[in-house]
């Protein structure tokens, strides 16, 4: 059974830092395309990022960055712990939501949150101004 985890949301002022974690079981972190997405009271689902292995380089990884996030927030994983994380800096009061994240069981990326087959629970994100 595929179970996604996330956790480390919390409150923060603007301009702080937080680290989301998303514990996965059930697939390895290299198996799938892995996404991070957020949801904001009212909003629909927003792809922040989506990262994948390459197919014949072994330790290789792209990512594709949302523009609303990119420079700010990076990806990173633990191959050992089966974890995906993501590194926030610099946040804004607009970066409050819900946080997700999320595998999607082919090799392309993809920021559309339809296209995704496994949720984990999400982890709240607070931005104070």
């Known amino acids: 059974e595929v179970q996604l985890v996330e956790s480390g949301g919390g409150l923060v002022q603007a301009g702080g830092s937080l680290r989301l974690s998303c514990k996965v079981s059930?697939?390895?972190?290299?198996?799938?395309?892995m996404g991070w997405f957020r949801q904001a009271p009212g909003k629909a689902r927003e792809g922040l990022l989506c990262?994948?292995?390459?197919?014949?380089?072994?330790?290789?990884?792209?990512?594709d960055y949302a523009d609303s996030v990119k420079g700010r927030f990076t990806v990173a994983r633990d191959n050992f712990k089966n974890t995906l994380y993501l590194q926030m800096n610099t946040l804004k009061v607009e970066d409050t939501g819900m946080y997700y994240c999320?595998?999607?069981?082919?090799?392309?990326?993809?920021?559309?949150?339809?296209?995704?087959?496994?949720w984990g629970q999400g982890t709240q994100v607070t931005v104070s101004s």
């Open positions: 990262t994948r292995r390459n197919a014949f380089l072994r330790d290789v990884y792209y990512t």
């Open positions: 999320a595998i999607r069981r082919t090799s392309s990326c993809s920021m559309a949150a339809s296209t995704y087959d496994f």
């Open positions: 059930g697939v390895g972190l290299d198996d799938y395309v």
